[in-house]
T-cell receptor, first 117, second 115 residues
Framework: SQQGEEDPQALSIQEGENATMNCSYKTSINNLQWYRQNSGRGLVHLILIRSNEREKHSGRLRVTLDTSKKSSSLLITASRAADTASYFCATDPRPGRSLQAGNMLTFGGGTRLMVKP | KAGVTQTPRYLIKTRGQQVTLSCSPISGHRSVSWYQQTPGQGLQFLFEYFSETQRNKGNFPGRFSGRQFSNSRSEMNVSTLELGDSALYLC??????????????FGPGTRLTVL
């Protein structure tokens, strides 16, 4: 089962416009991560926001986290054709600080973003 | 630093065969995770290895197995292939070995097609 669900599933915008993608998750989290995937390739890490953070910026990216609503949003400002990709949110599905060490992520279904030149 | 590498990049097999995929993590990374990506199920966690030990396992049948070597390189094996095993298999490595998942660095993936 998927921990996160992205909304919308697909988004088409013109170059220069802003793109906003939303993610909802089910259990409590330690952090939430956003990844980008260009068609059929590996994932690229974009940003990690911890549960005690509300907003984080990285270049043209802005991520917000609302733990009370179990939701996050990714904003890409001044979009470019090169931003065309699928965007995924991901969380560690183990609630709280797990006694079991390790790395594991549960991904949402992703938002397919198309930026038209 | 070189990124995560996966070999082969593409693979075609027939039902009933077995397959081995390889992943070399970023130098210094000791945690290696494997994910399966399909159009129907999306990205799903398979398992994670650290110091040659499997620490976490996703909800996949026993036909899916893996191992890690002393140099942190990892392999995953799928036996008795089924059509539904056709997928992009992604490997990710991580520097942090604690209880909270940190940034994962992904390889380009191996595209497996089962005929």
């Amino acid at each position: 089962s998927q921990q996160g669900e992205e909304d919308p599933q697909a988004l088409s915008i013109q170059e220069g416009e802003n793109a906003t993608m939303n993610c909802s998750y089910k259990t409590s989290i330690n952090n939430l991560q956003w990844y980008r995937q260009n068609s059929g390739r590996g994932l690229v890490h974009l940003i990690l926001i911890r549960s005690n953070e509300r907003e984080k910026h990285s270049g043209r990216l802005r991520v917000t986290l609302d733990t009370s609503k179990k939701s996050s949003s990714l904003l890409i400002t001044a979009s470019r054709a090169a931003d065309t990709a699928s965007y995924f949110c991901a969380t560690d599905p183990r609630p709280g600080r797990s006694l079991q060490a390790g790395n594991m992520l549960t991904f949402g279904g992703g938002t397919r973003l198309m930026v038209k030149p | 630093k070189a990124g995560v590498t996966q070999t082969p990049r593409y693979l075609i097999k027939t039902r009933g065969q077995q397959v081995t995929l390889s992943c070399s993590p970023i130098s210094g990374h000791r945690s290696v995770s494997w994910y399966q990506q399909t159009p129907g199920q999306g990205l799903q966690f398979l398992f994670e290895y650290f110091s040659e030990t499997q620490r976490n396992k996703g909800n996949f049948p026993g036909r899916f197995s893996g191992r890690q070597f002393s140099n942190s390189r990892s392999e995953m094996n799928v036996s008795t292939l089924e059509l539904g095993d056709s997928a992009l298999y992604l490997c990710a490595s991580s520097l942090v070995a604690g209880g909270i998942t940190d940034t994962q660095y992904f390889g380009p993936g191996t595209r497996l097609t089962v005929l």
